[in-house]
């Protein structure tokens, strides 16, 4: 049992009996003195994507749930599914735009350091690294002498999301994007 206190992003809980994961904690601190502290979370239902919102006191738990993580390779998109490929059975399984979400907006071709979540032999969800390193395929052209401003413009990054980079960025440049937040972190080693 997980107290609420201890709820972190990307854990993986049951609630009303189905596996869910945590993906945004707000916590509220009483004013008055003797009130809880509650802990707002919302949480995607890991079989049905579906999404909820709860609220809990600090005292309150939630037990993990028993899944298991396999790492995964995405192999490539089609027009109905995205192809992934377990890295240590080389089983294929494939999840739809609807089933990825945001993640879609993070993936390339042949990227490994996936790990996919499995419950009872069937994967329900796949989890991303924290971070990605990927090129800027369209942006306004860099402006010199800008690199000190923290001025900002919006890229179009090879998989098609849009991030604001700083303005002295050229297309090509490869850059570490945030997978959680859709940020960019700065430029990436190449």
């Known amino acids: 049992m997980v107290p609420a206190k201890d709820f972190k992003r990307r854990m993986v809980v049951e609630i009303e ?9 707000q916590v ?5 003195r003797g009130a809880a502290t ?3 979370i919302k949480a995607r239902n890991l079989k049905t994507k579906n999404r909820i919102e ?6 309150d738990s939630l037990s993990e ?3 298991e993580r396999r790492p995964v390779q995405f192999l490539y998109r089609d027009p109905e599914a995205f192809h992934f490929m377990d890295s240590e059975s080389f089983n294929q399984f494939s999840f739809t735009l609807e089933d990825l979400g945001e993640q879609a907006s993070f993936m390339t071709e042949n990227m490994a350091d996936i790990e996919a979540l499995v419950v009872d032999d069937e994967v329900i969800a796949i989890e991303l690294p924290d971070t990605v390193d990927l090129p800027i395929a369209e942006t306004a052209p860099g402006v010199r002498g800008n690199s000190a401003t923290g001025r900002t413009k919006p890229a179009t990054l090879s998989t098609g999301f849009i991030v604001q980079v700083p303005e002295h960025l ?3 440049t490869l850059v570490r994007v945030d997978t959680r937040t859709g940020e960019y972190l700065g430029r990436a080693n190449s």
């Open 54 to 59: 709860k609220t809990y006191r600090g005292t």
């Open 65 to 67: 749930s028993s899944f």
């Open 170 to 172: 050229e297309p090509g």
């Open 38 to 40: 509650l802990y707002k």
């Open 28 to 32: 509220q601190t009483p004013s008055a």
């Open 17 to 25: 009996g189905a596996p869910h994961m945590i993906e945004q904690i």
